[in-house]
């Protein structure tokens, strides 16, 4: 079979590997789409703290069943997308109903290789039942859920004030389904054409550019209170630590980025709000069926979130294209 294999930074070579084979308790998929994300950029770029190379990417992945156990719920030929966060178990993060969060976690295209290949063998527990959507819908299942589970760890509500940091695929994400629940949205960014994309794209209406304007802008929309709840999504330390002074007193700031090294909050700031400060890691399953639901009641801009598809084969000339532009592109699909 074909593989995309990034075999160290900056270069990406088409493999042919031996085709997995049936195994007892896990599925053959024959895969379909690859969505690409800031993970498989920061991969080929060699920022990825927890990889080792080479490398198989691609953990945002649709597909067909090639075989599966009989008397499985699933069938041959069914379109499945692909939980890539494959967990223990038995670790006190599975014990408690938080497999996302295990301890001994192993991400498809990050800790074992992915799916950007013609094949790949997966536990069948992993699948996802992708009825009623298209591939490239089934292959933005992952990134949603990602911002549907923050948005489920927050509690968001109707009439809340939430404000959006960092308008990229994860941030689009968190504010779509804040949105659903209700809440009132504001988007910032540093780039100006990722919020005109959002504004004109996606519904954003109200968006602030990150300048020296930013605070007055932000006072100014949330009636000089600031916000119920922050979602920041820009995975820098920088940014982060700046969030929490956009959190209204009494209000919670979600950390869905995540970026190396240590973070650094202003106890005193933190304490005067009663901050609630949380992380969000990847999605659970419940995550990724309200994302399908969402989907199948055409709730979602599916259309729109999807800007860019090319075929895999061309990886290596077209995955350096999509990073450098980055401000252009929210979500990019590889087709097998």
Same mark, same amino acid.
């Given at each position: ?25 896990? &599925? ?17 770029? #060699? ?27 699933? $069938? ?15 670790? @006190? ?7 996302? &969060? ?6 498809? #295209? ?27 819908? &089934? ?7 990602? #911002? ?22 994860? #941030? ?21 054409? $990722? ?5 004109? *794209? ?5 968006? &602030? ?19 119920? @709840? ?14 929490? *002074? ?86 990019? @699909?590889?087709?097998?």
């Amino acid at each position: 079979m074909k593989a995309v294999v990034c075999r160290e930074p900056g270069k990406i070579d088409i493999e042919d590997r031996p085709s997995p084979t049936a195994q007892p308790g896990k &599925a053959l998929i024959r895969i379909r789409r690859v969505g690409l994300c800031g993970t498989d950029f920061h991969i080929y770029s #060699g920022r990825h703290p927890f990889l080792s190379y080479p490398r198989v990417m691609g953990h945002e992945l649709s597909g067909e069943i090639e075989a599966i156990a009989a008397g499985s719920s699933l $069938r041959p030929g069914q379109l499945v997308a692909i939980n890539p966060y494959l967990a223990c178990g038995v670790c @006190i993060a599975c014990r408690k109903g938080k497999p996302n &969060a295990c301890v001994n976690v192993s991400v498809l #295209g990050v800790h074992a290789d992915g799916g950007m290949a013609e094949m790949l063998s997966v536990p069948e527990s992993a699948l996802i039942d992708a009825t009623g959507l298209t591939p490239d819908e &089934a292959a933005m299942l992952e990134f949603l859920a990602i #911002g549907a589970h923050a948005v489920a760890r927050s509690t968001v509500g109707a009439g809340d004030r939430v404000l959006i940091v960092g308008a990229g695929p994860i #941030g689009v994400a968190a504010g779509l389904f804040a949105r659903l629940n209700g809440a009132d949205i504001t988007m910032i960014d540093t780039r100006q054409a $990722r919020l005109d994309y959002a504004r004109d *794209h996606l519904g954003f209406d109200h968006v &602030a550019l990150a300048d020296t304007t930013l605070a007055e802008a932000l006072l100014d929309r949330s009636d000089g209170e600031m916000f119920d @709840i922050v979602f920041d999504a820009t995975g820098s330390l920088s940014a982060m630590a700046q969030s929490l *002074h956009y959190v209204a007193h009494g209000g919670t700031l979600v950390f869905v980025g995540v970026a190396p090294g240590d973070l650094i909050l202003p106890d005193p700031e933190l304490h005067k709000r009663e901050t609630t400060v949380m992380a969000s890691r990847n999605a659970l399953s419940s995550d990724f069926e309200r994302v399908k639901q969402a989907m199948l009641d055409g709730k979602i801009p599916v259309s729109a979130l999807h800007t860019h598809s090319f075929d895999a084969q061309n990886m290596a000339t077209r995955l350096p294209q999509l990073i450098d532009d980055a401000d252009h592109v929210l979500k990019a @699909i590889a087709i097998f």
